[in-house]
């Protein structure tokens, strides 16, 4: 059984800056890749970032490239996600997902195991 735990959201005001952690349990967390999605109250959760199981190769949505930064620690079973400049639009609660093998990146439905989120609030 795999474990997802994610941490730093918060409220901040637009323009600032946040930096999500994911910690997982077990072993096996430097073999597969991972990913970060967001849900806004009444849409769907939406992909936002995802990174190789090695690091070589990061995934952005076209709405936070050049503003997010996802990047992963395997010593420390742990994935970041660096968010600037952030966006009212931004405002959701963001989960942390392990990718099932040669799923697609940005498909909810190729992750196998969830965070339970943390809340990201932007004001304007």
């Known amino acids: 059984q795999v474990q997802l735990v994610e941490s730093g959201g918060g409220l901040v005001q637009a323009g600032d800056s946040l930096r999500l952690s994911c910690v997982a349990s077990?072993?096996?967390?430097?073999?597969?890749?991972m990913g970060w999605f967001r849900q806004a109250p009444g849409k769907d959760r939406e992909f936002v970032a995802a990174i190789t199981w090695s690091g070589s190769s990061t995934y952005y949505a076209d709405s936070v490239k050049d503003r997010f930064t996802i990047s992963r620690d395997n010593a420390k079973n742990t994935v970041y996600l660096q968010m600037n400049s952030l966006k009212p639009e931004d405002t959701g609660v963001y989960y942390c997902?392990?990718?099932?093998?040669?799923?697609?990146?940005?498909?909810?439905?190729?992750?196998?195991?969830w965070g339970q989120g943390t809340q990201v609030t932007v004001s304007s």
């Open positions: 077990g072993r096996t967390f430097g073999s597969y890749a």
């Open positions: 997902a392990r990718r099932m093998q040669g799923g697609i990146y940005r498909s909810k439905g190729s992750y196998d195991y």
